[in-house]
Structures are given as structure tokens and as C-alpha cells.
């Protein structure tokens, strides 16, 4: 027996035990990476591949050049991005204040806030979007009651526009923002702020350099989701922004009844795509280095 | 809970049960159509489908559709979703130019009583409707709104907010209209990438005004309805439907663009022959009349007239009617199958400005 045998007894047998659990862990996300692969990574790479093919069905840039042709694709990504920007900001500056809220209160109140929270997420996404149009339109509940209590006189465009789809998209989107930030401020551990309260902080102080960085990750993470939700979003801006707001998703879809191919409506997913991947990538350095410079 | 719990598995049960006979229903004797949904089809279903399918003794399922491009998806993917769609002639032309349409059998369907270019070789034409200008009688009064598309871009004499079509189609002709451009010179002057502009220009004119652009018939109606625009282009019978539930909308036939609608095949349809002798059944006068009388859009089958099946009344409403007809330009199949593409694209950049 080597001396490097006794100091380790049994790494054979380890090691063969980890390689085993390494074997059922893939296993175990074999059905997953099945499905993933066969339902979402082979049609996007098919839609990729068809983006570069031509009405004539030969290999061409023509759904691209397209885009570079006329002034109205790019006003549409922008639009795309402003709208899911504002979104996702309007998102946290409600949502964050409401979670850390709900996260104070008892289990028990906090539930009853939670139902508040996912009542409406569960009702029909439709359904939600045409009561804002009742309420906001031009002789809707909203304009009518101000003008009866007399704030306004004349009626005031709140919907047919970028406020109304903005109200509709950050209706939805907010129990997206809620839920995974809720859940990551019940995690975080109250005597940290009792620690940094007896430590002399004054609790704006305690809040903001332990509460808000340990709250970070939920935030991010709802961040991201609503964000990205907005991104592809299809009936609130077509519904709310009467037709003068006009996304990417509705841009392919007019583009399938246009051309009637797929590729001229895929090119325009392949650039958003890319263009987020972009965003994502360069906000996650950002991001990382944020988080560096707390530490 | 316990019977609630029954319920709701009986429901889904029967809504797989739907799901299923909606996709293995290829009977000898049943027929899948597919139209617009809201007041039109219910007038079709009402006055055409139903009836004509209780005379040849067959079963007839209705669904909606998003229009020719469903139609296209559905053949270029080799799906089978329906037999027959209903669609405007010139969606039908363009499906035709892309192969995607059975042609009708005018030995089995009989239009030797349409008027005049109602029917084409792929789409065989059912009702007559009109693009109008309409607008709210509250805010201008019963016939002292606009009359004219010259009228409907003067914002001077007509202050209001406006609302068109997010899509090109009728549009850019009543901006031409509108700019003194005579009824047989429209598609002559439109017959240009110049021509497109300067219709869009007008439409630029009136830009700041147009407080929406509705994208279907049930939303243009709609907003009469609720007063959220004073007026708006958009299709005859939907306004005629509104007012009846009390809208407070008018409009005059000056400013109509007259177009029709007609019944297409899908190629590869399982039930082919059937769906063309369906078709003739559809044709038949009465039941043209019948559909009238739901919503004002009038029929492609003279002899509703000849036969009296009409009243004078409803058919001073129809968009067909000579009175009618003669104010209104009758929008152009071959111009949309050359120049939609190109038109739309511009069309939207516009919007989008």
C-alpha cells in the first residue's frame, strides 16, 4: 500500500460513485433536454434557416435588406425597446415597494396581499386589456368621472396611445416583477437588519446597504422576465395602443399575411433576438460589476 | 367540490371531444367554412349557411380565420383546418396568384345571373359592401356630417378626431378622392411608387388628427359606438348594425368604395366536391336575400331583385343599389394583386413616422 493510497482510502470507489451520480443527474434532464431541443432549439434554427431564404426559395439576404430598406422596421424596434424599457421600470418602482411591503407583514396579511397580487394575474390577459380600454377611453369611467367632479373639462387621451399601452403592459407584467422578488425578501434573514440597527445604523442606512443588495438577486430575476415578456408582447399594445404603437410581434405577424412566407417574419425574430442577447450580455456585465463594487 | 370537480372534468372532456371531431371530421356529408366572425358572419350563418346546408341535407361547421394568409399557411404546411372561406376579392386574387386555390366549377355553380364581374375564376362572389366614411351625429348632426372624402381630410370645416385602417386596403384611395383625383383616374394615378406617395401625403395632412387606426370591423364599429373617434373609414353594414343598437353614426354614400365578397376553395380540400355544390346552393337568390336582411351588404345575384325577394326599402340601404352604386368608385382586384406588397410597406412607414 502506497503511501498516497493511505492518505486517500477509497477514491476508486468515489470516484466511480460520483460518475454515477453524475449518470443519473443527466438522466434525470435527459426528458428535458429532449423536449427542449425537439420543441424550441430545431423550429428556431429552422426559423433561422428560413429567414435566409427568399420568396423565391433560394438562399438569399433579401428579408434582411428589407429591413435596411425602410425607415419603418427600425422605428419598430425602437418602439419595442421603449415600451419594454418603461415597462419593466414602471414595474419596479411599483413593485419593489409593494413586495418589500407584503414581506414585512405577517404570513397571514401577506397572504391576503399575495391574493390581491394573483387574482388578477390569473384573469384573462384579454380580458384585463379590454376593461382598460372601458375605462380609459375617451367617454370611458375614468375621463367621465373627472370631468363630472370637474378636474378636467375636456376629455383627456389616456389610451389609443403609449399611456395606455404602458397602464395595460405594466397591469400584466407587475405580479411577474412581484412573485420572485416577494419570495426572495421573505428569505432574507431579519436579524441582518437588527445586526446592522444595533451596530448604530439608522434603518434608511441598514436598509439600503444590507436590505436592498440581499434583495438584488429577486429583483433582477423579475427584471428580466418582465422584461423580456415585453419584448414579444402582442395583444395589450394592439389592443391599448390603437395602432399607434407598434411592436415587433406585430410587425411579424403583418408580415406572415404580407409575404406570406416565413422567413420574411422570421428575419424580424432573429434581429430582436440577437438585439436582446446584446442588451442582456452587456447589462449582466454591468450588473456583475455593480455587485463587485458593493463588496 | 366534489360535483364541481365533476363538472369541470366533464368539461374538459367535452372540450377534447370538441378539439377532436374539429380535426377528424372529414364525413361525407359535413363541410368546414370559415368567415369573419361578429354581425357578418352571423348574417351568413343565419341567412346562408345554415339554411342552405338544411336543404342539401348536410352538416355545416363555422370558425373564424385571420383571412388569406391562414388560408396560405394552411396549404404551403399541408394542414386541413376548413373546405370553404369567405374573403374580399382581392385577398382571393392574391391567393390565386400564389396557387393555393381550387378553381370553381361554373358547370356545378351557377353565377349566369351576377352582375357584371362579381365572380372570378377562384372566388365566387356573394355580397357587395362599401368602404364609407362615417361619423358620429352627435357631434355634427343627422347629414351635416362629412359627405364627401374631401370633407373627411378638411379639418377645418370638420374639426374631430379621425380614425382609419392600420392596414393599407381602401385607404389610399379616398386620400386621392379626396385630393380631386376623378373616380376612373384613381388606380391610373395610384399606378406608381410616385402616385402611393402622394396619397400617403394627404393622409400625412391629416395625420395628428387620426386618434386611432383600427385593425377589424367590430373595432371601427365599436369605437362609433362609444364616440371615441367623430369619424372613421370603414365598412357599410357594420355601421348599419351599430345604429340599430343605437349608435349614433350616418354616412353617405358619395364617399363609398365599393368592393365584394365571395366563397374560395382551399387546394387539397377533402371535400371538394361537396364544398362546390355548396357553393351553388349559397348562390341561390334567396338566400342572398336572406343575408340582407341582417346587414346591409347587398347581393351579387341580380335576380334577388328581378324576383322581388327585396324590399324597396332594404334595397335603397344595399351599397349595390343603383342609386347608391353610381356615387361610389369600385375598388380594383388587379391593382391590389400588383401593388399591395409595396403599398403596405409604405403605408406602414408612415404610420410609424
Known amino acids: 500500500m502506497t503511501i498516497a493510497e493511505m492518505e486517500k482510502p477509497n477514491e476508486r470507489g468515489l470516484q466511480k460513485v460520483a460518475a454515477n ?3 443519473t443527474f443527466f438522466g434525470l434532464t435527459l426528458p428535458y433536454l429532449l423536449m427542449v431541443t425537439a420543441l424550441i432549439v ?100 375614468l375621463n367621465n368621472m373627472a370631468i363630472e367632479m370637474g378636474l378636467i373639462s375636456e376629455p383627456i387621451k389616456i389610451v389609443h396611445n403609449t399611456t395606455g399601452t404602458l397602464i395595460g403592459m405594466v397591469h400584466i407584467m407587475l405580479p411577474f416583477l412581484i412573485l420572485p422578488l416577494y419570495a426572495n425578501m421573505r428569505a432574507i434573514d431579519k436579524d441582518t437588519l437588527k445586526a446592522a440597527s444595533s451596530l448604530g445604523a439608522t434603518p434608511t442606512r441598514a436598509f439600503w446597504t444590507v436590505f436592498f443588495p440581499l434583495s438584488l438577486p429577486g429583483l433582477l430575476a423579475g427584471l428580466l422576465i418582465v422584461f423580456v415578456l415585453c419584448l414579444g408582447f402582442y395583444v395589450t399594445p394592439a389592443i391599448l395602443g390603437g395602432g399607434r404603437v407598434i411592436m415587433a410581434a406585430m410587425k411579424i405577424s403583418s408580415n406572415i399575411e404580407l409575404y406570406f412566407s416565413w422567413g420574411a417574419a422570421s428575419a424580424l425574430g432573429v434581429v430582436l433576438l440577437v438585439v436582446t442577447g446584446i442588451i442582456l450580455f452587456i447589462a449582466s456585465k454591468l450588473v456583475s460589476m455593480d455587485q463587485l463594487g458593493n463588496r | 367540490m366534489k360535483i364541481n370537480i365533476l363538472k369541470s372534468a366533464i368539461g374538459c372532456l367535452t372540450a377534447t371531444g370538441f378539439l377532436f371531431s374539429a380535426t377528424a371530421s372529414y364525413a361525407e356529408d359535413t363541410l368546414r367554412i370559415v368567415s ?19 336543404a342539401m341535407g348536410i352538416t355545416v361547421k363555422e370558425d373564424t380565420y385571420g383571412g388569406i394568409s391562414d388560408v396560405k399557411l394552411m396549404v404551403k404546411s399541408g394542414a386541413d383546418k376548413f373546405d370553404i372561406f369567405s374573403s374580399g376579392a382581392g385577398s382571393c386574387a392574391s391567393g390565386a396568384a400564389e396557387g393555393v386555390l381550387e378553381k370553381l366549377d361554373y358547370s356545378v355553380i351557377d353565377v349566369s345571373n351576377h352582375l357584371p364581374g362579381m365572380y372570378s375564376d377562384y372566388c365566387a362572389g356573394a355580397d357587395i359592401f362599401s368602404v364609407v366614411a362615417a361619423y358620429n351625429t352627435d357631434t355634427y348632426g343627422e347629414g351635416k356630417g362629412p359627405k364627401t372624402w374631401a370633407d373627411f381630410y378638411d379639418v377645418e370645416k370638420f374639426p374631430g378626431t379621425r380614425a382609419m385602417r392600420s392596414k393599407v386596403d381602401a385607404q389610399l384611395e379616398t386620400a386621392l378622392l379626396a385630393d380631386g383625383v376623378p373616380m376612373d383616374q384613381v388606380y391610373k394615378v395610384l399606378d406608381s411608387e410616385e402616385g402611393i406617395e402622394r396619397a400617403l401625403n394627404k393622409i400625412r395632412t391629416i395625420k395628428p388628427h387620426i386618434a386611432v387606426w383600427w385593425s377589424s370591423g367590430a373595432q371601427h364599429a365599436q369605437l362609433m359606438k362609444d364616440g371615441e373617434v367623430d369619424m372613421t373609414t370603414g365598412w357599410n353594414g357594420r355601421f348599419d348594425v351599430a345604429k340599430e343598437d343605437g349608435a349614433k353614426v350616418a354616412y353617405d354614400w358619395q364617399s363609398g368604395i365599393m368592393d365584394w365578397e365571395g366563397y374560395g376553395i382551399p387546394k387539397g380540400a377533402k371535400n371538394k366536391d361537396l364544398a362546390m355544390k355548396y357553393i351553388a346552393e349559397m348562390m341561390k337568390p334567396e338566400y342572398m336575400a336572406e343575408f340582407a336582411k341582417y346587414i346591409t351588404y347587398g347581393p351579387t345575384n341580380k335576380k334577388v331583385y328581378e324576383l322581388g325577394l327585396m324590399t324597396d326599402e332594404r334595397a335603397k340601404m344595399m351599397p349595390s343599389h343603383p342609386d347608391n352604386a353610381k356615387h361610389q368608385l369600385t375598388l380594383s382586384t388587379e391593382w391590389y394583386s400588383k401593388w399591395r406588397t409595396i403599398a403596405a410597406e409604405m403605408y406602414t412607414e408612415m404610420m410609424t413616422e
Open chain 1, 42 to 141: 430545431i423550429p428556431v434554427g429552422w426559423l433561422f434557416y428560413l429567414s435566409f431564404i427568399g420568396r423565391d426559395g433560394s438562399l438569399s439576404f433579401e428579408n434582411y435588406e428589407r429591413m435596411m430598406k425602410s425607415k419603418a422596421y427600425i422605428r419598430i424596434f425602437l418602439t419595442t425597446f421603449k415600451i419594454s424599457i418603461l415597462t419593466t421600470i414602471i414595474c419596479a418602482a411599483i413593485g419593489y415597494p409593494l413586495a418589500y411591503f407584503m414581506s414585512q407583514l405577517s404570513r397571514k396579511w401577506a397572504n391576503i396581499c399575495m391574493i390581491g397580487v394573483l387574482i388578477p394575474f390569473w384573469t384573462s390577459l384579454l380580458v384585463r386589456t379590454y376593461a382598460w380600454l372601458v375605462l380609459l377611453q375617451k367617454k370611458g369611467l
Open chain 2, 36 to 54: 369573419w366572425g361578429g354581425a357578418y358572419q352571423k348574417g351568413q350563418s343565419l341567412g346562408i349557411f345554415q339554411p342552405a346546408a338544411k
Open chain 1, 21 to 23: 451520480e453524475r449518470l
